[in-house]
């Protein structure tokens, strides 16, 4: 049975070029970057060529970029650890409705700590307004986290316009860039963020490693107790074959960038299209436009989006109704809810993510297999009446 994979948006293979760099740090070169012996400062060198690689990636100084486990960890830092270090100026936060559990988890334990925590809301794409961020903005407002691009329907968000609102308040502002970094254009200084989160295994790295960029002058507090790695920042032995391997990919992905978008956009136009033209009752979530290069994530009627999933996998499609983290759950999304489409649709969401190794024969695949599987549950639907 052929087997396709249509899920990029929750992780990448590794690039064979990643590993290959990967592997001489597994036994070879293996000292402890804090060691100042020889072996030590071989890993240590090896720890800091891949900090400015990844830093280049973004537009950012090697001294402004902190390593952390992944994504996860370097929204946890920053929503927790700009709070702790600024909470003088104010205990408020805002946020969107639409951001990762990485975001909104820590937010709302801050909102149990005495923090006041305010939500913009996003349109029917899942766009947030600047105006509606300037009316939400306060004197005491310390932090405003808005993710550069959604990580289930692809939006990419205005964040250099939104970022200039924050900071005319005086507040940080940090962007979840964990989809964008490495896939469309992200340097730091153009959006004017002040923390922005990464992920190695999202951009053909390892899993397992990430990245906080902290532009230089921010106040943030030491998530990670310990020792003094990353400059006092956040202690634990730094992950050096994970490290090499970041930057690898973060080298790759800006050389080969342009080439990535130009193979992907025409591929992604073409499953879209395939898809509204041959299913009934189906609709493109998020905006038409300003998307990520992969990204195509639908609503059809009247079919239960894990029941399609199951049928897909059947089928040697590998693919998602919603972030990876929470595709276990049969919640309908918090995105799709929050851009106001209804629980039905919600439900019955598809997203299909594509990347360097996608070919146009998976995608005519995709689209020959489809419109049946979608045909037979609607068949089993009781609310469903042919056209």
């Known amino acids: 049975m052929k087997k396709i994979y249509m899920d990029y948006a929750a992780t990448t293979p590794a690039h064979e070029k990643v590993v290959e760099a990967m592997k001489p740090y597994f036994s070879g070169m293996y000292g402890n970057p804090s060691s100042v012996h020889s072996f030590g400062q071989e890993a240590s060198e090896a720890v800091e060529e891949a900090r400015g690689k990844i830093a280049s990636l973004v537009g950012a100084g090697a001294d402004e970029m902190y390593f952390t486990s992944g994504g996860t960890e370097s929204d946890n830092w920053a929503v927790i650890g700009t ?3 600024n909470g003088r100026k104010g205990k408020h936060i805002v946020t969107t409705p639409i951001e990762h559990h990485a975001v909104q988890d820590p937010v709302r334990h801050l909102g149990k700590s005495g923090w006041e925590i305010s939500e913009v809301r996003v349109d029917r794409f899942g766009m947030v307004d600047p105006a509606d961020l300037k009316k939400a903005l306060r004197d005491d407002t310390v932090l405003v986290s808005v993710m550069h691009a959604n990580n289930e329907t692809g939006t990419i968000e205005p964040v250099a316009e939104l970022s200039k609102v924050a900071r005319s308040r005086g507040a940080l502002f940090h962007t979840d860039a964990v989809q964008t970094a490495g896939a469309v254009e992200t340097d730091v200084n153009s959006l004017g963020v002040d923390l922005l ?6 951009l053909y790295g390892p899993k397992g ?13 030491r998530y990670m107790m310990g020792g003094g790695q990353e400059k006092g920042k956040r202690a634990s032995t730094e992950n050096v074959p994970g490290i090499v391997g970041f930057g690898a990919a973060a080298e790759l992905a800006r050389a080969e960038m342009k080439k990535r978008t130009d193979h992907l956009i025409p591929l992604r136009d073409k499953l879209i299209k395939g898809v509204l033209g041959s299913i009934d009752e189906s609709f493109l979530n998020g905006h038409p436009v300003m998307r990520l290069p992969n990204n195509a994530n639908f609503s059809i009627k009247y079919v239960e989006g894990e029941s399609m999933l199951l049928n897909l996998d059947l089928m040697g499609v590998a693919a998602s109704s919603g972030s990876a983290c929470t595709s276990g759950s049969l919640a309908a999304s918090h995105v799709l809810l929050s851009m106001g489409l209804p629980h039905d649709l919600a439900h019955g969401s598809l997203r299909l993510t594509l990347g360097r190794l996608t070919t146009e024969s998976d995608i005519d695949y995709v689209l020959e297999i489809l419109p049946g599987i979608v045909k037979k549950l609607r068949a089993m639907s009781p609310l469903y009446k042919k056209p």
């Open 83 to 85: 709070a702790c270090a």
């Open 197 to 202: 989160s990464i992920s190695g295994h999202k």
């Open 209 to 221: 490693v990430g990245a906080l960029y902290v532009r230089k002058g921010t106040r943030i507090d």
